[in-house]
């Protein structure tokens, strides 16, 4: 009777913390929504179908490809040189208020952006990707070169140095977390997993909104250099490359990107021992950054 009792216990407990678990996801969702509100997002018709992008300040133009779990409002990672640049930020496929084509390679990601840029009336830009979205900041500047100043890499999915033998046939977070309260549950894992700290999860919030977007990134973009490798002849590139790499990234294998960085003409590669995936409190790489602007402007 007293092991039947403690075993209701510990299932009321857990019941209890699943509960209030709730309740909190529940109201940070809400939060998340509301704070959507507050990014002036555009929405425009494209070819493929919709889609959303935030555009702010004037000067150079910065094209930004955001990773996984992101969306338009990563400009929120720029908020630091939204006073010096114009800063465009479109949700990829799948990402809020983005919507999915039938066709969701990277190439056809190009495709979309350089209608929108056509739309906007921008010639060049400077493109700037991050995390998963290197593979299309990467097929970008191998299709249209014309349109790209330069190209600049943080913690960047990156290319293979040799053709891979085999590869993942999905690499990222699972189908079944990709929901707010699955990801929601697993926040505290957040720094042993993924070196970030658990508050993270309120950026990445409402999942549902970037849910297609994310199961694309596993399913399609996180393996199209290794599945494709033929298609990204790196030592071709038309373009000067900065790249940004932390060691302890716990996301972005560092290994890899040290290990191809010599198959990308004129780059220069920035290595840190720490920063994380977020290269965070790093002024030598917005020194590094700035500088890269201004000699390719």
């Given at each position: 009777m007293i092991a039947i009792a403690t075993?209701?216990?510990?299932?009321?407990?857990?019941l209890l913390y699943l509960s209030v678990e709730l309740i909190l996801c529940n109201n940070a969702v809400k939060k998340a929504y509301r704070r959507l509100e507050t990014y002036n997002a555009q929405s425009i018709e494209l070819s493929n179908g919709k889609m959303t992008?935030?555009?702010?300040?004037?000067g150079e133009v910065l094209f930004v490809v955001h990773g996984i779990c992101g969306g338009y409002d990563t400009i929120d990672m720029m908020k630091d040189k939204q006073n010096d640049y114009r800063i465009i930020v479109p949700s990829r496929f799948g990402y809020l208020g983005s919507e999915m084509p039938s066709d969701t390679s990277p190439s056809n990601q190009v495709n979309a952006f350089i209608e929108l840029l056509d739309k906007l009336n921008i010639d060049k830009v400077f493109l700037f990707g991050t995390s998963a979205g290197g593979t299309i900041a990467i097929k970008f500047a191998l299709e249209h070169p014309e349109r790209v100043k330069g190209l600049i890499l943080y913690s960047t999915a990156a290319p293979?140095?040799?053709?891979?033998?085999?590869?993942?046939?999905?690499?990222?977070?699972?189908?079944?977390l990709t929901n707010d309260y699955g990801l929601w549950l697993c926040r505290h894992f957040f720094k042993p997993m993924m070196g970030m700290d658990a508050q993270m999860i309120h950026s990445m919030l409402p999942i549902k909104e970037r849910r297609a977007g994310m199961i694309n990134d596993a399913a399609v973009n996180n393996i199209d250099m290794a599945k494709n490798f033929d298609d990204y002849p790196i030592e071709t590139l038309k373009v000067k490359t900065l790249i940004a790499q932390a060691k302890d990234d716990k996301m972005a294998d560092y290994n890899q990107i040290a290990n191809s960085v010599s198959r990308f003409p004129n780059c220069k590669f920035l290595v840190f021992e720490t920063g994380g995936?977020?290269?965070?409190n790093n002024s030598e790489l917005n020194v590094a950054f700035t500088d890269f602007i201004v000699e390719n402007s």
């Open positions: 075993v209701f216990i510990i299932l009321a407990i857990i992008y935030v555009d702010s300040g004037k293979f140095a040799e053709k891979p033998s085999s590869y993942p046939k999905y690499a990222g977070v699972p189908k079944f995936h977020l290269l965070e």
